[in-house]
């Protein structure tokens, strides 16, 4: 059985300083792994996919990675309206399976 | 492009009660399917569907029936709410790629369902 698992569940940072959220999963065959950000009373909004070990991809202070176990993605000098909860999922034979979120807030 | 679209934005039903969910795409997607999302249970499958005229089953999908008529529209019918049911229920599109596979999937801003 696919699962995800997100850590942590909650990150407070202050305006500028760096962190990364990790997902690590465990899947047969991995064939997509996708990073969305959620912020509160909306969908999911697409950021990243990502099909191969060692594959990278940038958007502006957001950059995310991924290893054969795992995924991370990184923030750099986050600013106030990076807070969100972030969601991981893995491309499943019918549809996705996400992890929980990080809920990420970043403090002026 | 409207992209994913979800009526209504919330709804309070009493527990029996049926009502249908919609979900409209404008992409030309060929994939669309129906998240819930609970506290602490993160996003899970409900139904999904490859092409009109094709559904089947996610995770959770007990209380639910869904159909696709056409490309465009996927709703999402209770037949007999339940507390249970209180959710937030997310429709997501996607293209298919040769291979069969899903690509990138786009997500609908989201119905809040409140089952009393």
């Known amino acids: 059985e696919d699962q995800v698992t997100q850590s942590p569940e909650a990150l407070r940072l202050q305006e500028g300083e760096s962190s990364s959220l990790n997902c690590s999963y465990t899947v047969s065959g991995l064939r997509g792994l996708f990073w969305y950000r959620q912020d509160p009373g909306k969908g999911p909004e697409f950021l990243f996919t990502l099909y191969s070990a060692g594959e990278e991809k940038e958007k502006e202070r957001l950059k995310a990675t991924l290893t054969k176990k795992e995924s991370f993605l990184h923030i750099t000098a986050p600013k106030p309206e990076d807070s969100a909860t972030y969601l991981c999922a893995v491309h499943a034979p019918d549809g996705l399976t996400f992890g929980k979120g990080t809920h990420l807030i970043i403090q002026p | 492009n409207a992209g994913v679209t979800q009526t209504p934005k919330f709804q309070v039903l009493k527990t029996g009660q049926s009502m249908t969910l919609q979900c409209a795409q404008d992409?030309?997607?060929?994939?669309m399917s129906w998240y819930r999302q609970d506290p602490g249970m993160g996003l899970r499958l409900i139904h999904y569907?490859?092409?009109?005229?094709?559904?089947d089953q996610g995770e959770v999908p007990n209380g639910y029936n869904v159909s696709r008529s056409t490309t465009e529209d996927f709703p999402l019918r209770l037949l007999s709410a339940a507390p249970s049911q209180t959710s937030v229920y997310f429709c997501a599109s996607s293209y298919s790629i040769p291979s069969g596979e899903v690509g990138t999937q786009y997500f609908g801003p989201g119905t809040r369902l409140l089952v009393l």
């Open positions: 992409m030309n997607h060929e994939y």
């Open positions: 569907s490859v092409g009109a005229g094709i559904t």
